[in-house]
């Protein structure tokens, strides 16, 4: 049943020209920062070349590219998360998922898979990308794999609050206004924080991926990303059941 | 060991066979057997109370009418029957299982059409049929055969590679009813099932409403007196949250009645004349050439009027029997509850 959401949710994606438009945009910044930063890169490689332990291409192209992704996806993710309850409420195709033989958690798990997959495909091309340039030099595999954790567990935990978000209105413009005024509140509490050591760091994704962004698999981190997606698919089961019971 | 699975597999094919021989009789039983019955159920909305204390039975191949005003309480008690709406007090069983407390397991018997269609309108016909029925737990073997079915069932064979989107209302409403009834359920839910159709399409689908009420049993909510009428083989009618009056459909037709007829006569007589006519209680006078004639029920004054009128020369261009309003009906059943 999870699968068969999820599908139905990417055959109404697809069918949609606004989706295929926000690919081939999203694709074609993701390939012109590439390009930007490869040539930075050629430029100041001679220098780089001097020093004593020089950073490589991974670093230099791979680790920027991944955190401008991750800062285009925290625009980008509402726009997608609005419709995915919020419209169902207002064309009212809520009724038929509310009265099929499917659970809540099943609906919304259903829901946050097709948009996750969908996300999933859109961010392959960063990895595919960065690999081309495996022709010519050697990968720092470990700082790649990193990076495509955290963001993978990033994406999950902005669809995750996009869809609590969309489940608490009926316009899904509103539901997209919501989810984005949080996700840019969390990353403002984060970089705005007076000390390092400030709690406010804590409850952004934001900078939870800085870590996964420099190579560093830590395990809070991840548990912070697994923790927050829970929270808000539970929250979002939670909404559906009181749907029932407020109308 | 071969020879024993085969006595083994050959009894059980035996045993098969006998049950299906015996189907007839189980199934007479089953036209019997009760698919939802619904006690007590209690819902407000905040401070609101909605409905009160409703006590609702269907049985197998039974068609049932919920007849009430827009605001009644229809469409809210049918929420809750399919369980999109939980009752604030009351029990829901969908053929013998609980709604509250099995849920997913009751709700594959239903199938509900809400009074807005439920549509994936960027979908094609036959992928968002696909899709609801799968929802409901068919598998997938036989869904294209369902599918097959219920096109050809609901006259949806021309558009059925269409996208949603592109159908007319009436279509759309058709597709409404294909998802509800692809899966085969027993109970079978439609609010206002032939709301913004043209004559011809409400008299196909109320066609198949009686079609379907054949196999499965069919609740259906309706402002209409005549659609009660002429599908329905009970009726329930249901004011302000309550079930005022319960019966077959037969019987409800008799408060339907009117015994009475409006005429048009292009050289109408003075009023007196036609008040004399042996049958006639009471004439009033709509228009200068209308008039409004009520009789006893046993003593149907047509045939003379009729006749008189011919003799007279005055020129009957109309004459046309008269029908109770919801309204009418109403009065009656509510004015017969206080005596």
Known sequence: ???????????????????????????????????????????????????????????????PLFNTASLLLMMLVPMFTMRLIAEERRNQTLALLLSSPVSDTRIVLGKFAGLLLFLLLLIATLPLMLYTLSLGTQLDHGLLLANCTGLVLLTASYVALGLYVSSLTTQPIIAAIGSLAILTGLWLADIGAPSADSPWHQFSPLYHFQNFNSGLLDSSDAAFFLLFTLFFLLLTARRLHNNRIYG | MATRLLIRAYILGYIDG????????????????????????????????????????????????????????????????????????????????????????????????????????????????????????????????????????????PVRSKMISTLSKGYQQRVGIAQAIIHKPDIIILDEPTVGLDPAQIRDIRHLIRELGNTGSVILSTHLLSEVESVCDRVEIMQNGRLIYGDSSDRMQHYGEVSGFTISLRHPPALIELESISGIESVEQLSETEFRILHAPDNNPGSALLSLAAEKGWQLTQLTPLHATLEDVFVRITSEDKS
């Open chain 1, 1 to 63: 049943m999870i699968r068969l959401i999820a599908m139905r949710e990417l055959k109404s994606l697809f069918s949609m020209p606004s989706t295929w438009f926000v690919l081939a945009a999203l694709q074609f910044i993701f390939a012109w920062f590439f390009l930007a930063r490869l040539e930075a890169f050629l430029e100041i490689q001679p220098q780089l070349a001097l020093l004593a332990n020089p950073p490589g291409v991974t670093s230099t192209v791979g680790a």
């Open chain 2, 18 to 157: 006998y049950s299906q021989l015996q189907m007839p009789a189980t199934l007479s039983n089953a036209t019997q057997q009760i698919t939802l019955s619904a006690r007590n159920l209690t819902r407000s909305f905040g401070k609101r109370p909605v409905i009160h204390d409703l006590t609702l039975e269907l049985k197998r191949g039974e068609v049932l009418g919920l007849l009430g005003h827009n605001g009644a309480g229809k469409s809210t008690t049918l929420q809750m029957l399919t369980g999109c709406l939980l009752p604030d007090r009351g029990e829901i069983d969908i053929c013998g299982i609980s709604l509250q407390k099995n849920p997913t397991i009751a709700k594959a018997h239903i199938g509900y059409l809400p009074e807005s269609p439920p549509l994936y309108r960027e979908l094609s016909v036959e992928k968002y049929l696909l899709f609801a029925a799968r929802l409901r737990g068919m598998k997938q073997d036989a869904v294209s055969d369902a599918l097959t079915q219920v096109l050809q069932r609901c006259g949806l064979e």
